[in-house]
């Protein structure tokens, strides 16, 4: 067996010290990243579900994610969008109903004029 002197397993524990610190940086930098990765996932959910149920209309689908995104903690936000109903989609009444198919009843009530 091969023995080393002091100088050499000084030497040794300086560089793998070195070592130790830049792995445990890199893993913190990793970590960090994968916890972002992980946010971004669950606010694309959350948002996904609040399309689904029509909340925040007036929001896009990435709008919705980005807010979601810088909030602390999405537990209860996530929670309130489970709880939500879902909202009624409402139509847009444009004046044009020649060529639609609409119903009498509908006809009426968007004309004013009586079906024939």
């Not at 130790?20 to 948002?47: H, P, V, Y």
């Not at 939500?84 to 109903?97: K, R």
């Amino acid at each position: 067996m091969q023995k080393i002197s002091s100088q050499q397993a000084r030497g040794l524990l300086k560089t793998a010290s070195v070592v130790i610190r830049k792995l445990a940086a890199e893993r913190d930098d990793l970590r960090s990243e994968n916890e972002g990765f992980k946010k971004e996932a669950r606010a694309r959910q959350i948002a996904q579900d609040m399309e689904e149920k029509g909340l925040n209309g007036d929001l896009s689908f990435e709008e919705k994610v980005a807010s979601l995104k810088v909030r602390d903690n999405l537990d209860v936000t996530e929670e309130a969008v489970k709880m939500a109903s879902p909202q009624a989609q409402l139509f847009d009444v444009g004046d044009d109903t020649a060529g639609s198919s609409l119903s009498a009843f509908e006809t009426y009530i968007l004309t004013g004029e009586e079906p024939a």
